[in-house]
C-alpha cells in the first residue's frame, strides 16, 4: 500500500475514498496521512471518521459530499472545526446529485440530467438546465464528476487481480469506473474458483484495476460482511476525542504516524476487541 500511495496520488489531486457503511478504506486514508499528501479534493457521498482524521492529517483542501456525521453518534467535530475556521472548502449535494455525477464521469458525458425537485441544496447555488432536443423541455443537470483516483477497500481479489465484494456496494462501482485510475486493498487474495464458489459478486475486472494491496483489517474501524463487525465502541470513543484537537493530534501520533504500516496499526488494538468484532460477524 505505501508503494501504491506514493506511486498513484500526488498533491493537489481530486480523491474518492469509496464504501457504503463497510468496506471503508481507513487504511489507505492513514497511508495518505503518513505520507503528508497536500491539497487533496476528497470527495465521498458519506464522509465520517475517515474524513474526520484525514483532516485532521491537513491532506485536505476541499470535500465534495453529501453527507457527513458520525453515523448513530452524532456530528464531526474535526469536519466542523476546518469548515468553520475555514481550513477547508466544501461543495456539497444531494445523495443522488452525487450518484448522478459519478455516473456522467463514468460515461465520460458533459453532464447528467435530474428531473429532481429543487430542495434546499440546489436553492443556494445556480441549477443548470438543458432542453430536451426531443420535447423541449428544461431538465437540471449536474456536471461529472471524475476522480484521479477511486481508493476502494473490498473482500478480496482473485490471482489475475479481479476484485469481489459481498453485501452493500452503494456507489462504490460508479466511483470506480469514473475515475481515471483505480487503488484497492482486499482483506485476502484468493484463486478465483473459490470465490466464485463463494458467491461473491465481481466488482472490477483486473484491467481497471492499477495496484491491489493485502491489507487484513484495512476497513477498520468500519466492518466487512462476514469478516469482522463495525467497532461501534471506536465511533462513540471519537466522538469525545475529536472535541479536542490534543487529543486528535495525540491518536494520529499513536496510530498513524506513530507506525510503520497497517499491520503495525492492528497490533496497537486490544486483542480481545479484535477477537469480539471477528465473532460478531459470523452471527
Not at 491539497?39 to 483532516?55: H, N, V
Not at 485536505?60 to 475556521?85: H, W
Not at 459519478?102 to 432542453?131: E, H, I, Y
Not at 463463494?198 to 468500519?222: I, K, N
Request: with cysteine; aromatic share 10%.
Amino acid at each position: 500500500m505505501s508503494e501504491a500511495v506514493a506511486r498513484y496520488i500526488e498533491d493537489g489531486q481530486v480523491l474518492y475514498l469509496a464504501g457504503f457503511t463497510h468496506l471503508i478504506p481507513f487504511a489507505f486514508g492513514h497511508e495518505i496521512i503518513r505520507q503528508h499528501k497536500r491539497g487533496l479534493t476528497l470527495c465521498r457521498a458519506t464522509p465520517d471518521l475517515l474524513y474526520e482524521q484525514m483532516l485532521a492529517g491537513h491532506v485536505a483542501e476541499k470535500v465534495i459530499f453529501s453527507y457527513a456525521g458520525n453515523p448513530g453518534v452524532g456530528l464531526l467535530p474535526v469536519f466542523r472545526r476546518a469548515v468553520e475556521t475555514g481550513a477547508v472548502a466544501i461543495e456539497e449535494w444531494t445523495h443522488f446529485e452525487m450518484v448522478a455525477r459519478l455516473a456522467a464521469g463514468a460515461a465520460g458525458v458533459p453532464f447528467w440530467p435530474v428531473n429532481t425537485l429543487d430542495n434546499d441544496l440546489s436553492r443556494r447555488r445556480a441549477r443548470p438546465r438543458v432542453a430536451s432536443p426531443f420535447t423541449g423541455q428544461l431538465v437540471p443537470v449536474v456536471p461529472p464528476l471524475a476522480p484521479d483516483v477511486t481508493l476502494l477497500h473490498a473482500h478480496a481479489a482473485d490471482e489475475e487481480g479481479n476484485i469481489y465484494v459481498d453485501g452493500l456496494l452503494g456507489e462504490m462501482r460508479e466511483a470506480a469506473l469514473a475515475a481515471r485510475r483505480v487503488l484497492v486493498s482486499v482483506e485476502t487474495c484468493e484463486p478465483a474458483r473459490e470465490l466464485r464458489a463463494g458467491r461473491l459478486t465481481l466488482l472490477l475486472p483486473a484491467f481497471r484495476v492499477a495496484s491491489v494491496s493485502v491489507e487484513p483489517w484495512g476497513a477498520h474501524p468500519s466492518y466487512v460482511l462476514g469478516r469482522y463487525d463495525r467497532d461501534t465502541l471506536f465511533y462513540r470513543q471519537w466522538d469525545a476525542q475529536a472535541r479536542q484537537e490534543l487529543a486528535v493530534e495525540a491518536w494520529l501520533h499513536e496510530f498513524v504516524y506513530g507506525v510503520a504500516d497497517r499491520a503495525e496499526y492492528v497490533r496497537q488494538l486490544p486483542a480481545g476487541r479484535l477477537r469480539t468484532l471477528k465473532e460478531a460477524a459470523l452471527i
